[in-house]
């Protein structure tokens, strides 16, 4: 695998595989990999000719009080990670490099209506960082392919949605979410984690599940799962941000006749904040 950490030198790596005609596969992440970031790299490994990974923790996605200075940095391991995965490219740039003028006055792309919703409502600003810097990668990399995980369900809704809108050329792919063997979806930010809170984390799956169930039986009572669950979560010791049942493509509150959902939720376990989802199709009326 080569490791660069310059636009140019990614630009002439890519012309390269361009005129050989290569397809190019792209997992863009911040770093800290798990299995879930590994099981991207696996999922477009076998349809590209050339793959790539960035590894880029983005000041523009964080708020004034959000954990930047500690989100943890472990490149000597990612490196050997991604290598040993098959990926041939690892892009791994200074801030500098992606933000030469510095974030103050950089021009941002905006996703309405689903940047400022759910995790954008308790994180203002944070989608328009995702949305700038995957935008600014793709011009970088312009692949093929791109992957993204289930577990950041948002993120993938408003990144397939800018895709669309932009006329980008590229293929979202996306990916189921790895979990632990108690159903906790990972996440670097699992690290945080004290071995009491890991300890009651996984209540946010299963509180999912339980709402999970009770819709796929034909249950409708959606603010008393929703409630229910809330009530579930605090028991467990979380604080819990939104727990909430929506359209699928669209993540806007669903109508009576939405069949294909998604539940979304989002808590705070002490200082960490998880989020997991779960899709969910409600059965069809008069069925069992
Ligand atoms: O999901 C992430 O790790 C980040 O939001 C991404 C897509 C790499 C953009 O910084």
Same mark, same amino acid.
């Given at each position: 695998m @080569?490791? &660069?950490? =310059?636009?140019?030198? &990614?630009?002439?790596?890519?012309?390269? !595989?361009?005129?050989?005609?290569? =397809?190019?596969?792209?997992?863009p992440t911040m770093g800290n990999l798990h299995a879930g970031h590994l099981a991207l790299v696996d999922a477009l490994r076998p349809q590209c000719g050339l793959l790539v990974a960035s590894i880029f923790v983005n000041p523009l996605q964080f708020g004034p009080? @959000?954990?930047?200075?500690? /989100?943890?940095?472990? $490149?000597?391991?990612?490196? !050997? !990670?991604l290598s040993e995965r098959g990926v041939d490219l690892l892009f791994a740039p200074s801030v500098e490099e992606v933000y030469p003028d510095g974030t103050t006055l950089q021009t941002r792309v905006s996703v309405p209506g689903l940047g400022d919703i759910l995790c954008g409502a308790s994180r203002p600003g944070h989608f328009d960082g995702v949305a700038t810097v995957v935008t600014k990668l793709f011009q970088i990399?312009?692949?093929?392919?791109a992957a993204f995980g289930r577990k950041d369900?948002?993120? #993938? =809704? #408003?990144?397939?949605?800018? &895709?669309?809108? #932009?006329?980008?050329? &590229?293929?979202i792919v996306d990916v189921p979410t790895s979990r632990a063997s108690d159903g906790l979806a990972l996440s670097s930010r699992?690290? /945080? $984690?004290?071995?009491?809170?890991?300890?009651?984390?996984?209540?946010? /799956?299963?509180?999912? @599940?339980?709402?999970a169930?009770?819709?796929?039986?034909?249950? !409708?009572?959606f603010d008393d799962i929703t409630a229910e669950a809330m009530a579930?979560?605090?028991?467990?010791?979380f604080r819990p941000? /939104?727990?909430?049942?929506?359209?699928?493509?669209? $993540?806007?509150?669903?109508?009576?006749?939405?069949?294909? $959902?998604?539940?979304?939720?989002?808590?705070?376990?002490?200082?960490?904040r998880l989020i997991d989802n779960r899709t969910v199709d409600r059965p069809l009326q008069g069925a069992p």
């Open positions: @080569e490791n &660069v950490a =310059t636009i140019a030198a &990614v630009r002439e790596r890519l012309q390269t !595989a361009r005129s050989a005609g290569r =397809t190019v596969g792209f997992v009080n @959000e954990d930047l200075d500690a /989100y943890p940095r472990t $490149l000597a391991e990612d490196e !050997a !990670a990399v312009t692949p093929d392919f369900f948002q993120q #993938l =809704t #408003l990144i397939r949605r800018m &895709v669309r809108d #932009l006329s980008m050329a &590229v293929t699992n690290g /945080y $984690l004290t071995s009491d809170e890991r300890a009651r984390a996984p209540a946010l /799956y299963r509180s999912i @599940e339980k709402a169930a009770r819709i796929e039986s034909g249950d !409708a009572a579930s979560l605090e028991q467990a010791g941000d /939104y727990f909430t049942i929506r359209n699928r493509d669209t $993540l806007a509150e669903p109508g009576p006749r939405d069949r294909e $959902l998604v539940i979304l939720a989002a808590a705070w376990m002490g200082r960490t």
